[in-house]
């Protein structure tokens, strides 16, 4: 049998308790974060490829904290999640997005809706009275939603997904090709775009298989009348791959990395020659 060392008990627990406090500080800075609005909403470009051009954009969070500004928000947006801050980080990231629109008519911009937040009763009547309130038109949101809300409440989603829908926004399957991807939801959900995950774009040019998958994804979509976004474009030549497979929105550092948003919408992007 193996013997245990007196050192590894001690890292161990060392770690641990470094870990719950470290937790622990977040979720109080985050309660404080929501009251003081340091949270600001960070813009990445989405580069159109049959117009040449920057058409579009997608709304990522960010905690505008020097102890926080560098960390994901994937990292605090799970924290939230476990409590019911998330519905107010939520609300948040919506009126900070609406108010760029409003203030940017002929922009279109993506946000990102977490599943409890999407399944959270009133959701639905708050998205629509801000679009009124803002005096936006619901054309130029997309909300991006992942397939781990799929898992349960699947009937409860689609019917969600079919209101928002006839408000005029649009719907996006966020991190495709990832998790518990099920073309029955490809079939059921009413969306308008897949975006293939950043995993998969890492290796078009690489694997063969990972560019057949792509290839395979981007005609699926385009048979189901859907628009198809590759993030985490970082290379010319995945972006000529990506042209060449028909893809029709590249997003990815190759472009811009996420920055502020008074920054990204003022940015002439050029043209990419590929
Ligand atoms: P996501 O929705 O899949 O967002 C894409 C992530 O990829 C972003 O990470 C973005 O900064 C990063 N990215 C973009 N281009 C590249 C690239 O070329 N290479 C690489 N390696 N990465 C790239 P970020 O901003 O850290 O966000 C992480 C996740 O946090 C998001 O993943 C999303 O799930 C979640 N999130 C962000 N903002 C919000 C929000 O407002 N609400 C909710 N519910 N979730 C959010
Ligand atoms: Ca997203
Ligand atoms: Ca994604
Ligand atoms: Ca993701």
Request: proline residues 3%; aromatic residues 8%.
């Amino acid at each position: 049998a193996k013997k245990s060392n007196i050192y590894d008990y001690f890292i161990y627990d060392e770690a641990l308790s470094h870990n719950l406090t470290q937790e622990e500080m977040m979720r109080k800075d985050l309660e404080k974060a929501v009251q003081n609005d340091e949270f600001i909403i960070y813009l990445q470009p989405q580069y159109e490829l049959k117009k040449n051009k920057v058409t579009a954009y997608e709304a990522l969070l960010r905690w505008n904290h020097e102890k926080y500004l560098s960390v994901s928000p994937s990292k605090y947006i799970q924290i939230a999640e476990e409590n019911t801050l998330i519905h107010e980080v939520g609300q948040l990231v919506i009126d900070k997005t609406f108010q760029l629109l409003s203030n940017n008519k002929e922009i279109s911009i993506s946000l990102n809706v977490s599943p409890k937040q999407l399944l959270e009763p009133g959701f639905i009547s708050e998205l629509k009275d801000k679009a009124e309130n803002y005096k936006i038109d619901p054309k130029q949101v997309s909300i991006e939603i992942t397939e781990t809300i799929l898992v349960e409440s699947f009937e409860l989603v689609i019917e969600k997904l079919k209101l928002i829908k006839e408000l005029g926004f649009q719907i996006h399957l966020d991190d495709f090709g990832t998790g518990y991807s099920s073309l029955k939801y490809v079939k059921d959900l009413p969306i308008d775009a897949l975006k293939i995950d950043k995993q998969f774009i890492k290796e078009i040019e690489n694997d063969e298989k990972a560019r057949m998958i792509v290839e395979t994804i981007i005609n699926l979509g385009h048979h189901l009348n859907l628009k198809i976004i590759a993030e985490g474009v970082e290379t010319v030549k995945q972006a000529a791959i990506l042209n060449y497979l028909k893809c029709d929105y590249l997003q990815g550092y190759l472009i811009d990395k996420p920055k502020s948003a008074e920054i990204v919408i003022d940015t002439k992007y050029p043209k990419l020659d590929l």
